[in-house]
């Protein structure tokens, strides 16, 4: 399919780049949030995709910049649009219309209840926690060294958040 020596549509080519960074954003944020923490990643050499939890990391911020980037200048070459979406016909004056006041109390319902962790957004973490911290024993502790000061402080994560705990043997 040859390409046609047309001018660059401005508009399309920033549609398109915003929609393709919103891809790479929710792969990336899918990868992190099954990914295990950075000290754990690193140390049993954690990939997916082949993709390390740090290059994750690396490209989902990248994308949020660019994104963003995109995004600022997507709401500049559609400003009048948007305006049009919120001014009543009839009076041309801007108005909270239904979807926009809709669209507001969704947004602001979901802000509050994961700012909160109010279920389902308690659930979302619980999942979380329980894929990144299975109860794992970190594989650069051996097991069968009773010799090694570190055996009897093996640690492993225990399921809650984050938290690690002992094993007295």
């Given at each position: 399919m040859p390409f046609h020596k047309k001018?660059?549509?401005?508009?399309?080519?920033?549609?398109?780049?915003?929609f393709l960074s919103l891809i790479i954003l929710m792969l990336s944020g899918i990868c992190l949030y099954v990914s295990p923490s950075g000290g754990i990643a690193r140390e049993i050499n954690w990939k997916l995709l082949s993709l390390s939890r740090?290059?994750?990391?690396?490209?989902?911020?990248?994308f949020c910049i660019f994104f963003i980037v995109f995004i600022i200048f997507h709401l500049t070459y559609n400003w009048k649009v948007l305006l049009a979406?919120?001014?009543n016909k009839l009076t041309k004056k801007l108005v909270f219309k239904k979807?926009?006041?809709?669209?507001?109390l969704i947004v602001g319902i979901l802000v509050i209840f994961s700012?909160?962790?109010w279920f389902p957004f308690s659930k979302l973490l619980e999942?979380?926690?329980a894929i990144k911290y299975k109860p794992r024993v970190h594989e650069s502790i051996s097991l069968q060294d009773s010799t090694n000061p570190t055996a009897s402080h093996l640690r492993y994560r225990?399921?809650?958040?984050?938290?690690?705990?002992?094993?007295?043997?």
């Open positions: 001018k660059l549509n401005t508009k399309a080519f920033i549609s398109f780049t915003t740090e290059a994750w990391r690396g490209m989902h911020l990248t979406y919120l001014k979807e926009f006041c809709l669209a507001l700012v909160f962790q999942w979380r926690d225990s399921g809650g958040i984050g938290r690690y705990a002992s094993l007295r043997g």
